[in-house]
């Protein structure tokens, strides 16, 4: 079993920052890559990035999102600059492992002014 935490989400104005947390607990040593996803309000739940053997993210946050892990704290980030309206969505943290995966709760994002 593994246990995603997620953190940092908020309200933000058009071009501001935020940086994304997703703490993993339990079983870490089977996590074969950790990702981002996120699901706007009437929309699928879209991958956003994902930090496997190489990093790999949408064209639509390409150039503004980096992801990140830090192996000794079990984390991965999700560093997001330039935000517009819609990147509004509710982020989930994903951990892949051999047998399928595991899901964080969410934590919103809203970019409003």
């Known amino acids: 079993q593994v246990q995603l935490v997620e953190s940092g989400g908020g309200l933000v104005q058009p071009g501001g920052s935020l940086r994304l947390s997703c703490a993993a607990s339990?079983?870490?040593?089977?996590?074969?890559?950790m990702d981002w996803y996120r699901q706007a309000p009437g929309k699928q739940r879209e991958l956003v990035a994902t930090s496997g053997g190489s990093t790999n993210y949408a064209d639509s946050v390409k150039g503004r999102f980096t992801i990140s892990r830090d192996n000794a704290k079990s984390t991965v980030y999700l560093q997001m600059n330039s935000l517009k309206p819609e990147d509004t969505a509710v982020y989930y943290c994903?951990?892949?492992?051999?047998?399928?995966?595991?899901w964080g709760q969410g934590t919103q994002v809203t970019v409003s002014s």
């Open positions: 339990g079983s870490i040593f089977s996590i074969y890559h």
């Open positions: 994903y951990a892949a492992v051999s047998s399928g995966g595991y």
